[in-house]
């Protein structure tokens, strides 16, 4: 398999065709517009309406391992690690303890299935998660009330924006595997940073727009190994590391902590690494000037 993988990548034709390819799926880039949004249309997002109508379609696998999402279910426990360190760091938590994140309220945008809001609520913390698409959260809702210590997550259909508009915040925000997916980076962000409470906890997880990340992340996880369904991601819309902290700090949001995601094709398993590459994950604070 890894020898086709070569053979594909060394085609130029097959490069250029899913290279245009992403970019002809994307009219927008982090700092353009926000897309017009029929009035009809609730919650309002900053998904674009492609996106979501993407993930909807694919909506009722969130919890099968062996399914669309099986990339995020085999990450999820290295995402966690990371999650786990720097909150209890920033929180003064002790990692070892059973309910590290006890009284914390995190809200976890974009949350799909409930891949992570579920985990997080059982280490302790108060969870609200939120997703633009209703189908995800019926899936939520229908897998958190399986388990009492996930049965109390609060599942909206709803977006950042409109948390931002009924006041909400929270001690720390998640936002893993959403900011390429959306309309507008920069203002995103800016919600992100209002749901954060002064002194407050932001963790995000992307993809780097590099070469390396279109070869692996997009012509191989896409195209060749089947992990994921063809055109999930643009690579056109992907944020370098240095981009996310520019934004991440024109919001108010201090980059304190980056770490990239490694794969080991050998154990099938991911682990947290310097080579930010492809996947990285960044952890940051909110100014309270």
Not at 57 to 66: F, G, M, N, V, Y
Not at 242 to 264: D, P, S, T
Request: some cysteine.
């Amino acid at each position: 398999m890894a020898a086709a993988f070569a053979n594909q990548l060394r085609n130029p034709n097959t490069i250029r065709r899913i290279l245009l390819q992403s970019y002809s799926n994307t009219t927008q880039r982090c700092f353009s517009k926000l897309p017009h949004h029929h009035p009809h249309t609730t919650p309002i997002s900053s998904l674009k309406d492609n996106e979501l109508a993407k993930f909807a379609a694919i909506s009722d696998t969130w919890w099968d391992s062996e399914g669309p999402f099986k990339p995020l279910h085999v990450m999820n426990p290295t995402r966690l690690a990371f999650i786990r360190s720097t909150l209890c760091r920033h929180f003064k938590r002790d990692p070892n303890s059973v309910r590290p994140l006890e009284g914390l309220k995190i809200v976890d945008v974009g949350c799909g299935g409930g891949i992570l809001s579920e985990p997080l609520a059982r280490m302790g913390a108060t969870v609200t998660g939120v997703d633009a698409v209703e189908k995800n959260i019926k899936i939520a809702q229908l897998h958190a009330d399986m388990d009492p210590t996930t049965s109390n997550i609060e599942f909206c259909c709803t977006t950042a924006e409109k948390l931002v508009e009924q006041g909400r915040q929270f001690d720390a925000v998640m936002a893993l595997e959403v900011i390429e997916h959306v309309a507008e980076p920069a203002e995103f962000c800016k919600s992100l940073s209002a749901l954060t409470i002064g002194e407050g906890a932001t963790v995000i997880s992307t993809i780097n727009r590099s070469m390396r990340a279109f070869a692996t992340a997009i012509v191989g996880a896409e195209y060749i190994l089947g992990w994921l369904p063809k055109g999930t991601h643009q690579w056109s819309t992907f944020l370098t590391p240095m981009e996310l902290v520019l934004i991440l700090q024109r919001a108010g949001i201090n980059v304190e902590e980056m770490a990239g995601f490694e794969y080991n094709p050998v154990t099938g398993r991911w682990s947290l690494s310097d080579d930010i590459s492809v996947n990285f994950i960044a952890y940051g604070t909110k100014n309270t000037a």
